[in-house]
């Protein structure tokens, strides 16, 4: 036991010994548990590679910069069989990002929807959002994703299209078709009145805010600023002579050229992962309206606070804060269930890297750390993102 | 998903041991099974009928060694892989050989610590085409949608020979061969690439098989062959020298059905194949009889091969490349002595 007198700069209250400290503790065993854990998952990753090494399987990273050989049905980035498997990871990253986004996107617009016309007084409109969310949770996903792709099985070859626009919109087995926009001289000018009209839009919202805390006056930023974001580059664009000419597709050979595609592949899993999560995005809309008791409405109309008003400015609020956490577990499942590509040939992240490219080189364990990092990390995003959002609408006291 | 759980497998496996699986003999001796890896269903190479009989070339190779080893070809486990999950299942000791219409290339060979064992059908990629296109020329195929399935030489195979030519084409990737079938009769694609020995049997599961006709081009080398794992070498000579002994049997005239009395013949070559002279087995560590064995009750090269793919069989496949040497192919055995 130390004596405290021997330690005169340690303050009097802090009798003990630095190892009987709560704090100094903590801390210590904290450490210690990640280097154990660490130390833990080196070695097993280490010993398992030494292990294959002895036993002739090639191991290392060094295979990432060698040319893939193999051909990616879509890309966002250039690519073609001359690239690396680096390069396939890239590809597939981004691919996985891609129908993660676009889903997330509408599954909530959907499951918003749906939420709130379960609770329409509509009866039909309730009942028709009720048999959706009842049907759809209830099917295994893969089922209908499978349902998806194969609808889009019938769909015509390339030469028997469906022209929903004579020409320009075209859909086939093959995908759908529209026609590219070409940027041409003068088009910078339309890019820089829409970034004029995004700065004068925040710019407006925050005077605004100001105004209104300051005199009580309202002003409707939000539809002025939508006003300005489509109004000022579509002025500058008619002024400018429209310099954007379209692409269109064309049918050269087998398949249709040009213009721009969305391939069958992307539209099933698309649709299944919207459809699917929004069912349960709707539950959780539902109940956190739900959850802000009926007072809350009637003392906003009290004071005289029109019904719009009172949907956003008191109720949703506080409905999102019941509903921001589970819906970021939606978030997590649509990222995360978008792996279900492979089952009908999208090329996401898990069919190019951990599939294709895993058995081209065989090196399954990098490959299969590789894709449980990015898992990992896009869900750990997913997450953080969502706390932050979680923070700003959680309760303001004052 | 199945596949994780195979590639979970083989890296848990590795993480436990490094030479757990030098002694396949005695781990197929002592279990009293052989496990063999198989294509999940191929017509004419690996087949499984509404009863559970397994059929095939592949199928009969993995009855071979079990004949050649335990003295009955009835003694085999047949574990139904696609083409991602073969190699994992072999490495991690989940099967003791993998028979599965597999091309013998260089990276799997060196890279992976797995050996093949030689070459049971020789083989090389094809197009099957829908017949409405009228193509008569791979050499016409470009911009075209082709489908293909993941994991297969097939898929690098149709990458070179369209960067050779200078054609462009788009890839679509399914998983299982019905897959890759089915998208091709749904017109997802125009063109199916696959070994040439499989195109027949695919086209032979369409709803309308006369809407698609096979090209004349072959594009590719595939010598498909049964693989072991690297490092347990006496099993990897059990194996090989089974191979041998069906090819050397049809070179010699030894059939299934005439073994028994060619035991006795006088042409010496035969007897120590047959078991009757020399110590062959022995040196193999298997019995004596084990060639006896294997055709006895599998038959020799040839009679595997016309059983299953030849000329009356629905596939029809001419000898071609798989005659022996002495016929104009490629099928040849190094002698027993
Ligand atoms: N020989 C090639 C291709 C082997 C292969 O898997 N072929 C496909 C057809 S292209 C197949 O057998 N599919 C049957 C199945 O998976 O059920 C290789 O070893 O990579």
Sequence with gaps: ?398 | MKKSITVFGAMAATMIATSAFAGTLEDVTARGTLSCGVNTGLPGFSLQDDKGNWTGIDVDVCRAVAAAVLGDATKVRFVPLTAKERFTALQSGEIDMLSRNTTWTHTRDTSLGLNFAGVNYYDGQGFLVQKALGVKSAKELDGASVCIQAGTTTELNLADYFRLNGMKYSAVVYDTSDQTREGFEAARCDILTSDQSQLYAIRSKMADPTSAVVLPEVISKEPLGPVVRQGDDAWFNIVKWTLYAQVNAEEMGVTSANAMEMKTAADPNVKRLLGTEGDAGAKLGISADWAYNVVSQVGNYGEMFERNVGLKTPLAIARGLNALWNNGGLQYAPPIR
């Design chain 1, 1 to 398: 036991m130390a004596d405290p007198i021997q330690q005169p700069d340690v303050d009097s209250h802090s009798k003990t010994a630095i190892w009987n400290d709560p704090t100094f503790r903590s801390i210590t065993f904290q450490v210690l548990a990640v280097v154990v854990l660490g130390w833990f998952f080196y070695t097993i990753f280490s010993n398992t590679l030494h292990n294959m090494e002895s036993r002739g399987i090639t191991t290392g990273f060094a295979f990432l910069d060698n040319t893939s050989g193999f051909g990616i049905l879509m890309s966002l980035i250039e690519y073609d069989e001359t690239h690396t498997y680096g390069d396939t990871f890239i590809v597939g990253l981004l691919n996985t990002l891609l129908v993660s986004v676009v889903g997330i996107i509408t599954a909530t617009i959907i499951g918003f929807v749906m939420g709130v016309a379960r609770l329409s007084k509509n009866w039909l409109i309730a009942k028709i959002a009720t048999v959706y969310v009842e049907s759809l949770r209830n099917i295994p996903l893969l089922l209908q994703i499978f349902f998806w792709y194969a609808l889009m099985r019938t769909l015509p070859p390339p030469r028997g299209s469906i022209q929903l626009i004579q020409d320009a919109v075209l859909l086939n087995g093959r995908g759908l078709y529209m026609p590219a926009p070409v940027p041409a001289d003068g088009f910078g000018f339309v890019n820089i009145a829409l970034l004029v009209a995004v700065i004068a839009s925040i710019v407006l919202v925050k005077w605004t805010k100001k105004r209104q805390e300051a005199t009580g006056q309202l002003f409707p930023a939000y539809w002025t600023s939508l006003g300005m974001i489509v109004g000022l580059p579509l002025g500058v664009f008619l002024i400018a002579g429209m310099p954007m000419s379209l692409d269109y597709p064309v049918l050269k050979g087998f398949n249709f050229v040009g213009g721009m595609r969305i391939i069958p592949e992307f539209m099933a899993l698309w649709w299944a992962l919207s459809l699917y999560t929004a069912t349960f995005i709707a539950e959780i809309v539902r109940a956190g309206i739900l959850a802000v008791s009926h007072g809350q409405t009637e003392a906003a109309h009290a004071l005289g606070i029109p019904n719009g008003p009172t949907l956003r400015l008191v109720v949703i609020p506080q409905a999102m804060r019941v509903i921001i956490p589970p819906l970021t577990s939606q978030y997590l499942n649509l990222a995360k269930n978008s792996s279900l590509a492979t089952a009908i040939g999208y090329p996401d992240l898990v069919g190019v890297f951990m599939g294709t490219t895993l058995n081209q080189t065989g090196q399954a364990v990098e490959i299969v750390a590789m894709t449980m990092m990015v898992y990992l990390v896009m869900s750990l995003s997913i997450s953080a993102l969502m706390n932050w959002f979680n923070k700003r609408m959680a309760m303001v006291e004052r």
